[in-house]
């Protein structure tokens, strides 16, 4: 028998484990997980919900496609916009991500 079998048998001898340990670890990497990863992703979807509710006409918008446009009707379920050129688009109210007035390059 060598030495490193010599001494697991020791530290085994001499060691309870708590059965409840396991238990503790996953609820701990669950909060974690969801303090982390699910909260946040909740939050940042309540919020694109509530700008596309309070969507009006002539706010600057941007959509999933990166197109830069203006509000100029809204309906049930799409908005129409106007983009560069006094060209007119009809675009899912889903397809809307943020407001883009802010935004470095907008006109």
């Known amino acids: 028998?060598?030495?490193?079998?010599?001494i697991c048998l020791l530290a085994s001898e001499d060691k309870q484990e708590n059965p409840y340990?396991?238990?503790?670890?996953?609820?701990?990497i669950v909060v974690v997980f969801y303090f982390f990863m699910i909260r946040p992703?909740?939050?940042k979807q309540k919020d694109v919900k509530k700008f596309r509710e309070?969507?009006?006409k002539g706010?600057?918008?941007?959509?999933?496609?990166?197109?830069?446009?203006k509000v100029l009707e809204?309906?049930?379920d799409d908005i129409v916009i106007e983009v560069e050129g006094q060209t007119k688009l009809r675009v899912?109210?889903?397809?809307?991500?943020?407001?883009?007035?802010g935004m470095?390059?907008?006109?």
């Open 74 to 76: 809204i309906n049930e």
């Open 41 to 43: 992703q909740i939050k």
């Open 92 to 101: 899912s109210k889903a397809g809307i991500v943020k407001d883009s007035s």
């Open 54 to 56: 309070e969507l009006a």
């Open 1 to 6: 028998m060598n030495y490193l079998n010599f």
């Open 21 to 28: 340990q396991m238990f503790i670890m996953m609820g701990l």
């Open 59 to 69: 706010s600057k918008i941007l959509t999933i496609g990166g197109i830069y446009g």
């Open 104 to 107: 470095i390059g907008q006109k």
